[in-house]
């Protein structure tokens, strides 16, 4: 399975305005408009999460779940879309806590697109290392590191997602980044370009996403 390349947040994923007007009502049509809106994008952010195509089905399962036991609550704080996203993103980091570290180590066309790869952002043997080395931090430095540098998110926008200011998130990609750089020059002991080389690669991801945190 491969997972759509899906930009979240986008401006086309708006909702209709009566959308939520309709949903808080009960009206089975809007609660079917929503689904239909959104599942493509939750699948595909869980699975790229969670690396499982059975716990990604399992995880958007969920997420609509919740979302329409909640959803007469809602407020309106947030976009609706928004709301969707982190509520799917947090049951991707409770399911991640449960598993033990390094559970499974994804093939790098699951955590990088064949566009990403074709690009030149980063080499075929660079997303391989760089897959391992995520399955070894903790589910919020992975999460944080995959919605930034691969699906392109700026860090206010993951801050809405996970519920957190911008300025955390920023010092978090900071710290995930040293990490896998350090990871990547304990894995290549001796190479006196390599941390420069997994550096350019970092830079040439954050061009990729449009530089912006």
């Known amino acids: ?17 009566d959308l939520l007007e309709g949903l808080r009502e009960g009206r089975p049509a ?7 809106l959104h599942v493509e994008r939750v699948l595909a952010l869980t699975y ?3 690396r499982d ?10 997420t609509f779940v919740r979302v329409f036991r909640g959803v007469a609550q809602f407020r309106g704080q947030s976009k609706l879309s928004t709301w969707i996203y982190r509520i799917a993103v947090n049951i991707c980091l409770d399911e991640l806590e449960r ?6 180590v994804a093939l790098p066309e699951l955590l990088l697109s064949d566009e990403d790869l074709e690009g030149g952002a980063i080499d075929r043997q660079q997303a391989t290392e760089l897959t391992v080395i995520l399955a070894g931090l903790s589910p919020i430095k992975s999460t ?16 809405e997602l996970l519920g957190e200011g911008r300025g955390n998130v920023v010092k978090r990609l900071e710290r995930v980044r040293d990490e896998v750089l ?32």
């Open 1 to 17: 399975m491969a997972a759509p390349t899906i930009r979240l947040l986008h401006p086309d994923a708006a909702d209709p305005p």
């Open 30 to 36: 809007a609660y079917r408009s929503l689904y239909h």
């Open 48 to 50: 790229k999460l969670l």
């Open 53 to 62: 195509s059975h716990d990604a089905e399992e995880a958007t399962q969920e």
């Open 99 to 104: 598993r033990p570290r390094r559970q499974t």
């Open 144 to 159: 944080t590191f995959y919605l930034h540098y691969i699906d392109g998110l700026t860090a206010s926008e993951i801050g």
């Open 182 to 213: 350090a990871a990547w020059r304990k894995a290549h002991p001796g190479e006196r370009d390599g941390t420069a080389r997994q550096r350019a690669a970092l830079v040439q991801l954050e061009r990729r996403v449009g530089g912006e945190r």
